[in-house]
């Protein structure tokens, strides 16, 4: 249930100020949220989108990329217009809107066994929410691989993090299409990462560009 199921409607954004402003990469901005209206809450699902508005500039759909079991509301923002370059260039204490959640949100009632999740760019930015809902409830879930490839490591999101999941029981591995002389990891495609793993017939979570999805889907199908 969103904040507009108990009796505020949907159109109407809450206030939210910016309490805190991570770079991920060049072009790339993880913000946490927290909302001034006493009361305001937002529940939502892994896989869930809001809409964020900036005032003066206009509205956009924003993946959320923190998990429900946690406090903060985050989202990563990557540059690519209008609104997104107008969420970039505000600062900690400055105020947005936010509408939602919209969208199904991940099936996590079917997602009970071994589960695989495949991130490639910024729609690694939607999986994290899933993952840390995982790594929360750890005992509700089987084996749990996380494949994840980027254009470059500089391209990468939340490398700081990548250890906590594995201390959660997770198999986390890591790629780029161009490495660099500091790069020590894997240069490849992500489906060159889903042979690492042992896996049995389970469930997969897979965000990315389209030609990496359906590789993907094809890779955990053959298997």
């Known amino acids: 249930m969103s904040a507009a199921g108990r009796g505020r409607s949907e159109y109407i954004p809450m206030q939210a100020e910016i309490v805190d402003i991570d770079i991920e990469s060049s072009n790339t901005y993880l913000i946490t949220l927290e909302f001034t209206e006493e009361g305001a809450d937002l529940q939502y699902l892994p896989g869930q989108f809001v809409m964020v508005s900036v005032f003066g500039i206009g509205e956009c759909p924003i993946s959320i990329a923190s998990s429900p079991t946690r406090r903060s509301l985050e989202l990563c923002i990557r540059r690519a217009g209008k609104v997104t370059s107008g969420i970039m260039d505000c600062l900690v204490g400055d105020v947005v809107g936010i509408r939602g959640p919209y969208g199904n ?119």
């Open 105 to 223: 949100g991940f099936p996590l009632d079917r997602m009970s066994r071994d589960v695989v999740i495949a991130g490639g760019g910024s729609g690694f930015a939607t999986l994290r929410s899933l993952i840390n809902y995982i790594a929360d409830r750890r005992e509700q879930f089987g084996h749990v691989a996380v494949a994840y490839g980027a254009r470059t490591p500089q391209d990468l999101y939340f490398m700081q993090e990548y250890r906590s999941w594995q201390k959660a029981g997770m198999d986390v591995a890591v790629t780029v299409d161009i490495g660099d002389d500091l790069w020590k990891g894997n240069v490849g495609l992500v489906t060159g990462l889903i042979d690492r793993f042992e896996l049995t017939p389970g469930t997969a979570a897979i965000c990315g560009p389209p030609v990496m999805i359906n590789a993907v889907a094809a890779k955990l199908m053959d298997r």
